[in-house]
Nanobody
Framework: QAQLVESGGGLVQPGGSLRLSCATS????????MGWYRQVPGNERELVAT???????NYANSVKGRFTISRDNAKDTAYLEMNSLKLEDTAVYYC???????????WGQGTQVTVSS
């Protein structure tokens, strides 16, 4: 059974940094696209960053140059390094694993990131 568990969220001041982790189990991690999404209450969930099995990355314009997505296939874990955090980065961050060709997608339970002074 697929399981994605996010960790690393919390409260941080503007300009600070956080590192989110997404530990997976029950999936062939190395063949999945991994992604981070975020959602603010009342808004749709939006893409933050994705990384392919080969390591190609894609970022939302709002986080380019500040966030870095990575993956460790030996640990079946994806990461999101967030620097220069802004108030508007406050959201629940969700990890996603997607095998597009087979139409499989899985979500984590989310981790809260709050940027506040």
């Amino acid at each position: 059974q697929a399981q994605l568990v996010e960790s690393g969220g919390g409260l941080v001041q503007p300009g600070g940094s956080l590192r989110l982790s997404c530990a997976t189990s029950g999936i062939a991690f190395s063949v999945y696209n991994m992604g981070w999404y975020r959602q603010v209450p009342g808004n749709e969930r939006e893409l933050v960053a994705t990384i392919t099995p080969a390591g190609s990355t894609n970022y939302a314009n709002s986080v380019k140059g500040r966030f870095t997505i990575s993956r460790d296939n030996a640990k079946d874990t994806a990461y999101l390094e967030m620097n220069s955090l802004k108030l508007e980065d406050t959201a629940v961050y969700y990890c996603n694993a997607a095998w597009v060709r087979l139409g499989r997608t899985y979500w984590g339970q989310g981790t809260q990131v709050t940027v506040s002074s």
